[in-house]
């Protein structure tokens, strides 16, 4: 008798949907090959392809035009670039082809400053490879980025009321092109890590002048404490990191020291250091170039510019300071007795306009502040500059613009440059060789070196246009 059986049989197995979503890929690869008709198809169907990263080396596709004009290896040094892709062979393209697929990624939406994981920018890399007509491609981009953001914050501010701000900044993120800085850790790049130090995956935030990476301040007591040391020794240990810039409000609190050639704050972060001496001579020379002028510095840090506006003999000068520190140093060292200074104890925010409403004019006015950003800057010049100023006068500040990277501080010398314009000011720029800071070890006992691997500080000269 024929048995039936019983057991079950096992359930059907289901499909699995498996994602083969290519697109990626295609768009970096089209990008390496300057492929501009694959390209253009490609961010034609979804132009955000234009920001993708590349798991590995963290390439966008603008990495990955530029990087394929680099050669292989020595032996491909020799040969001729190739007009068209050539990726599988690995022979360097040439920079034609790399500017117009750059300016096609910028078309749809690349993000000019995104980093990959060499802690590198497409500008670095450009500059790196001697692309210059990839480079100024960029530059210009990111000029473009930095003014329509800058326009975009003041429309923001005029909102008026949360909600209608959250509104705008959605908008932003929105617009093809023009992307604030990334904020993704990345890996740094060797000449970061000989000390210590790294600004590998700080967020970038629009290039702030001199960013200053900030901690906690792990005793709140101490918070707002006039300590002036004069001894190198600091012995409490570090605190913890907190975020990425000093703000103006957590550094006024924060305790400073004194230590020899600089002027560190709770942090061990740099707000001034001797270095930028023949910075200083050369503005407080231009700015008061012959006795009998009236001058003032805002943020007078270790005195270095004050000191420079003295020997030049001014009939007035003004020094405008806000940190309970510096304020008690000024008192220790005499400045309060010096003739013909007069010190304003506040933020120039409360200080100037009071100076304006008095009738104060100015024949030299120096801007050099700590943990404050382009924003401020701007609001600087714009509101106070050409309301103190003489006609004959000239305007001048530490310009620290985007210091981390050279594509930063070039798009921020054409940025304030434009912006210097539109408030009625002409620039002329002096160009000073920086010093070596890494191999003078300057760096060495600071959280956060200020200053990248730029050559060449651009000094910044300004007057009335006309």
Known sequence: MATVSTQEQPPPVEAVNVDVDTSADEVLLA?????????????????????????????????????SCEADDEDDADEPTKAEGDAVNKNALDEEGALSTVKLLFENGAIWNELDNADETPGCLALRLGLKKVYESI??????????????????????????????????????????????QRQPAPWQQSNGTTNGGEDLQGFEPAPNPSYKIEDESKAGAAQVAASEKHTEHEPALSNPNVNNEDYLKSTLTYSGDR????????????????????????????????????????????????????????????????IQRLKETGWYEKENVTVH???????????????????????????????????FFQEYVIALLDKDGKFGFYNGLGADRQVCYDVY?????????????????????????????????????????????RLPTCKFVG
């Open 139 to 184: 530059v210009d981009a990111g000029v473009r980025a930095e003014l329509l953001f800058g326009r975009l914050d003041q429309y923001a501010a005029l909102a008026g009321d949360d909600e209608d701000e959250d509104e705008e900044q959605n908008d932003d993120e929105a617009i093809v092109g023009f992307e604030p800085s990334p904020v993704e």
């Open 31 to 67: 990008a390496t090959n300057h492929d501009l008709e694959t390209l253009s198809n490609l961010l034609r169907k979804d132009p955000a392809l234009a920001k993708v990263q590349d798991s590995d080396t963290g390439f966008s596709p603008l990495h990955a035009a530029i990087a």
């Open 263 to 326: 002027l560190l704050d709770s942090d061990k972060n740099a707000v001034m250091m001797d270095w930028e001496t023949e910075i200083m001579k050369t503005s407080a020379d231009q700015l008061a170039h012959k006795p009998g002028l009236r001058t003032m510095n805002v943020g007078h840090g270790m005195g270095i510019v004050d000191r420079m506006f003295l020997e030049n003999k001014p009939s007035m000068h003004h020094i405008c300071e806000a940190h309970p520190a510096v």
């Open 345 to 379: 104890e506040g933020r120039w925010q409360d200080v100037l306009p009071k100076l304006v409403e008095q009738g104060v004019v100015l024949d030299g006015i120096y801007y050099d502040t700590y943990a404050e950003d382009y924003s401020d800057l701007k609001e």
């Open 413 to 457: 010398t054409k940025v304030v440059e434009l912006d210097l314009f539109d408030a009625g000011l002409d620039v002329e720029w002096t160009d000073l060789k920086v010093p070596d800071l890494k191999s003078r070890n300057e760096w060495d006992g600071v959280r956060y070196p200020y200053w990248g691997t730029i050559d060449t500080y």
